[in-house]
């Protein structure tokens, strides 16, 4: 495998075991895009955990704000 693939998918978050399950399939391109979008689907669901955390915290904080003002 090239080594900047590599690098890649180690930028991408890929642990040791995903990295040697895509090196066994690099000649099956569908199996090995299988791969890489289910990656990228649990990516994008951690991003989307974080982004419900984070507008939580911002209800918060204006409901704080919201309180301070009032008195």
């Not at 199996?31 to 890489?36: G, I, P």
Request: net charge negative; hydrophobic share 30%; charged share 40%.
């Amino acid at each position: 495998m090239d080594d900047e693939i590599k690098e890649n998918l180690i930028a991408a978050g890929c642990d040791d075991d995903f990295i040697n399950e895509f090196v066994s399939c690099i000649n099956d391109r569908k199996k090995c895009s299988r791969l890489l979008a289910g990656h990228r689907r649990e990516l994008l669901d951690r991003v989307h955990e974080e982004e419900r955390r984070i507008s939580s915290l911002d209800y918060l904080i204006y409901n704080m704000e919201k309180q301070r003002s009032k008195t």
